[in-house]
Structure formats: C-alpha cells, structure tokens
C-alpha cells in the first residue's frame, strides 16, 4: 500500500480532468418526471455532479414534450422517467422525433422496470444514450455523461 501511496503523482498523471466550458453552465439539464420525490433525487444527484449546472425540473410528459421543442439553448441532456401517466418516455422521444428529426442532445432513460423489451426499445432511439434504474447513481451517470460527450 505504501507504493501506491507513495507513487500516487505517476498512478494519476494521466488522467485528466475537463475544465468547465461557460457553454456548459449556461446550458440547462432536464429533469422529466410524474413523481415530485424522483425529480428532487434526480437534481441532488445532477447537482453533485456539478453544481453549476441549470436544472429545469419537469413534473409531466406533456409539458416536457413542449419545453423539449422550444428550449433555447438546447440542452446538455435530458434525464426522462419511462413511466407517466399523461404518455411514457417512448412516446413522448417519438413525438419530439417526428416534429424535430433529431434532439441534438442525449437523453437517459429513469425507470423503476427495466426489462429486455425497455432496453431493447431504447437501442433503436439514436438520442437514448442509456436506461437507468430508479434512483440513478451518480458514477453511472457521469460515465455515461462523458461517453455521450457531455463534459462534467
């Protein structure tokens, strides 16, 4: 153990860490979902990842849908529950598709039943980057953040 320790500056020197781009902070996150004790564990967890970021709580489908077409500037990603009542997650991606074409921003998936069907139906959606668990962990999401090319 004393070898690492020691050795720790060599072990570390090649990682680097981004520096934060003022267009990442201006940028908002999306937080998309029925259940108000969902939205706020999802916000501590973007917040801790960075907390400069802009995170715009959404408590319905609907209302995502029409914040997703019109908000300016476009989004760093979109953090979206699967089930709600008024259209699931699907349905709501298959709308913003067939109005847009494309999002221009990656989008995870939030769900407390993630089965083969779900992940095999998020494969063939180009802007779902990921189906996650109900509550997201926070080193999961920042792996798949910066495999999505969002800088954390």
């Not at 039943?113 to 109900?134: M, W, Y």
Request: with cysteine; aromatic share 8%; charged share 20%.
């Amino acid at each position: 153990m004393a070898y690492l320790t020691a050795n720790a500056p060599e072990y570390f020197s090649c990682i680097s860490f981004p520096r934060l781009r003022p267009d990442t902070v201006m940028r908002p996150v999306l937080l998309i979902d029925d259940d108000i004790v969902s939205l706020n564990v999802a916000e501590a967890i973007v917040q801790s990842l960075n907390p400069n970021w802009k995170v715009v709580k959404i408590p319905s489908a609907a209302e995502g849908l029409e914040l997703m077409l019109r908000i300016e500037p476009t989004p760093l990603f979109a953090l979206l529950d699967l089930q709600m009542p008024d259209m699931d997650g699907f349905q709501l991606l298959e709308e913003c598709k067939r109005r847009t074409g494309n999002l221009g921003f990656p989008v995870f998936l939030l769900s407390g039943h993630i089965t083969n069907e779900v992940a095999e139906r998020a494969a063939d959606v180009p802007f779902i980057r990921c189906v996650f668990p109900k509550p997201v962990h926070s080193g999961s999401l920042m792996y798949h953040l910066l495999m999505s090319g969002v800088q954390v």
